[in-house]
């Protein structure tokens, strides 16, 4: 990666929505220069997708999130990458990591209610044929998410002038 | 009671602070956009306060050294022949002290006697003067301007010494012009400085605040300069510590010794929690290539081509101010003082920056805005200070 990549990624992880006009002026880049890097990263899927950080407590949206360690049998010449694959494509997972330690799979779902995230455990994780075990655990409150403080105003404590 | 007549003149007779008026001011609108201020907007790295922390659960709460805890100056001593080609010997040259503030009060009291000149670049930050006379010596502002970028030339520092000269106060990286003293100017400093006997108390606390591939060079580094420089710094900015009260001076033992005789009847210590903290900072700073640090000046920087940017864009003459975290405009072409330029963008606009006359005469039409600031709000700031401007201009 070049130094302007590596800033613009540092720019755009803190506010995705700054012009790319900004971010040249920012970086002390050519704007046709930092268009081009960004274009560059979208190509090599450096950057995926520009989302923001959402506290869902503070709407009136029903949700429910769960982390589900999911224990399988690894396939031949497939490792976990085809088991893993079978996971990522329901609509309820929201992520999924290899991990290491006592289980293999570390699976994040989210449905509106309670009931929901039930039926997709019992009726459609369980089942896969190579799921040996699950445990799921569900979040009761979000601390901090991608480097942003949820439950605090992050009030600025400075005096307002100071010489 | 008449109070004045047991007040003592000489300090009755300094003029309050003229950001003071500004604070009051600013301090009374509660939305407004503060671009006055004169601190990093990051909290200190969260591993140097929780090395403040362990030494509080182990109950370190005792007085350290009067100089400071050893290990501290060893820290010292390391960062500042690392980073700036110093060599001071953490027993005898180093004095910790609460903030670059008490270093440098303590530096004026142990030199200047009454009557004694000291020169002090004219815009600077707002203590030097005051402390000056409260030491019983005379303030002579050096002139110095936008065309120079606000360095400190050899000619003008030498047509405001007298006889009575002694002391030369150097604040660079400086608050509030951003300027910075690259090592030909400090050459050219350096002979005068011979020339004229003078001592020298470098105020570098905005040292790691450099940017755009400009080196901080150190006074004391330049020849000859060491046995008559006191290097003042801290932590303030570099490890965004301002509350932490922690800085330093350097120098020769003769001089470090007076004004350690000063800080130990005045103040005894300063506190340890601060100390323990700013030691992990420098001990971390050196096994990680001083990680926080750069990642701190790099975002410090963005900000600074951003504002420099948009000053430019609404056509108000900006020079480039490679050091600090200041910007510092000239705001002459709407034809207002900075006074009236900092009072009205306040009050119409709800936005506030600081008149540059705070910091000396030199200062007018000038102003200094801070970019230690979220983006977001700099942008927000920049905008309403572009209407302004080209409703006044």
Redesign the interface.
Do not use: H, K, P
């Given at each position: 990666m070049t130094k302007l990549e590596t800033s613009i990624l540092d720019i755009l992880q803190d506010d995705c929505r700054l012009s790319l006009e900004k971010i040249a002026v920012m970086t002390g880049y050519q704007l046709e220069e930092v268009a081009e890097a960004v274009q560059n990263l979208e190509n090599k899927k450096i950057i995926l997708k520009y989302s923001p950080v959402i506290n869902w407590d503070r709407t009136d949206r029903e949700r429910v999130e769960a982390m589900i360690e999911v224990r399988v049998t690894p396939q031949r010449d497939m490792g976990f990458d085809a088991i893993a694959r079978r996971i990522y494509r329901f609509d309820e997972v929201k992520s999924v990591f290899l991990m290491s330690g006592s289980y293999d799979l570390l699976v994040l779902v989210e449905a509106r209610t309670l009931k929901e995230l039930a039926a997709f455990v019992s009726g459609k994780l369980s089942p896969l044929e190579t799921v040996t075990g699950t445990a799921t655990s569900f979040v009761l409150k979000r601390y901090k998410e991608e480097g942003v403080v949820f439950e605090q105003d992050e009030t600025d404590r400075r005096l307002v002038i100071s010489p | 009671m008449n109070y004045q007549q047991y007040l003592n003149s000489r300090i009755s007779a300094v003029p309050p602070?003229g950001?003071r008026r500004?604070?009051d001011l600013?301090?009374s609108r509660k939305d407004?956009i503060?671009l006055?201020?004169?601190?990093p907007?990051f909290k200190t790295p969260y591993l140097i306060r929780d090395a403040a922390i362990n030494s509080l659960i182990d109950g370190e709460t005792q007085y350290t050294a009067n100089r400071g805890l050893l290990e501290l100056r060893e820290e010292i001593a390391l960062y500042l022949s690392g980073r700036y080609h110093l060599s001071y010997q953490p027993e005898d040259q180093i004095l910790v002290t609460i903030g670059a503030s008490e270093a440098i009060d303590l530096a004026l009291r142990a030199l200047i006697s009454d009557g004694d000149e000291v020169l002090v670049p004219d815009p600077s930050?707002?203590?030097y003067a005051p402390g000056v006379i409260f030491a019983g010596g005379i303030p002579v502002p050096v002139h110095t301007c936008q065309e120079n970028e606000f360095r400190l030339k050899a000619s003008d520092l030498e047509k405001a010494i007298t006889p009575s000269t002694k002391l030369l106060i150097l604040p660079y990286p400086n608050?509030p012009t951003g300027a910075i003293m690259e090592e030909k100017d400090l050459s050219e400093i350096a002979e005068i400085v011979i020339k004229h006997d003078l001592i020298v108390i470098s105020d570098e606390i905005y040292s790691e605040l450099i940017y755009?591939g400009h080196i901080h060079i150190s006074f004391a580094a330049i020849g000859d300069m060491y046995p008559r420089t006191i290097t003042i710094n801290g932590f303030s900015k570099a490890f965004a510590m301002t509350g932490w009260r922690v800085g330093y001076a350097c120098g020769p033992e003769e001089i470090i010794s007076v004004m350690n005789k000063i800080h130990q009847y005045a103040i005894m210590c300063a506190p340890r929690q601060g100390q323990v903290a700013a030691a992990s900072a420098l001990r971390m700073g050196r096994e990680n290539n001083y990680e926080a640090v750069l990642m701190m000046r790099?975002s410090y920087d963005?900000?600074r081509?951003?504002m420099v940017?948009s000053f430019r864009q609404m056509g108000l003459n900006c020079f480039e101010p490679y050091g600090a975290f200041y910007v510092f405009p000239s705001i002459r072409c709407t034809g207002m003082s900075s006074e009236e330029f900092c009072s009205r963008l306040l009050q119409e606009k709800n936005v506030?920056a600081?008149p540059g006359t705070?910091f000396g005469s030199s200062g007018e039409g000038h102003i200094r805005c801070c970019y230690a600031t979220a983006?977001?709000k700099i942008?927000v700031a920049l905008e309403r200070m572009a209407d302004f401007v080209s409703s006044n201009s």
């Open positions: - | 602070s950001i500004f604070f600013a301090s407004a503060s006055g201020v004169g601190e907007d930050y707002v203590s608050n755009d790099e963005r900000r081509r951003l940017n506030a600081v705070a983006v977001d942008t």
